[in-house]
């Protein structure tokens, strides 16, 4: 079983930035592909950003590139979410996911092939 604890949300300015984390427990999270998807208010919840097993591999939803960077560090079971250049639209509620253990070096980005999901952080950016 693993668990995931996200951390780091909050109010912000437009043009801020925040730094999200997101601690997993269990053995098994060097071996899963972690990402973050997030879901505002009346809105379905997208996908924002993909690291693989290793973090050498990265994927981004087109409305945060450049702005976002995910990041893992296998150490301390622990992925990232830096955002850059708040929008007052990237106002939503944070998720962490992780897979099951896999063999692939790639990165996940549907939401229907994670199966651990963290409580969610809020992110709120003021215009």
């Known amino acids: 079983q693993v668990q995931l604890v996200e951390s780091g949300g909050g109010l912000v300015q437009a043009g801020g930035s925040l730094r999200l984390s997101c601690a997993a427990s269990g053995r098994t999270f060097s071996s899963s592909a972690m990402g973050w998807f997030r879901q505002a208010p009346g809105k379905e919840r997208e996908f924002v950003a993909a690291i693989s097993r290793s973090g050498d591999s990265t994927y981004y939803v087109d409305s945060v590139k450049g702005r976002f960077t995910i990041s893992r560090d296998n150490a301390k079971k622990t992925v990232y979410l830096q955002m850059n250049s708040l929008k007052p639209e990237d106002t939503a509620v944070y998720y962490c996911?992780?897979?099951?253990?896999?063999?692939?070096?790639?990165?996940?980005?549907?939401?229907?092939?994670?199966?651990?999901w963290g409580q969610g952080t809020q992110v709120t950016v003021s215009s």
């Open positions: 996911a992780a897979t099951n253990s896999i063999a692939s070096r790639g990165v996940v980005t549907t939401a229907n092939r994670y199966v651990y």
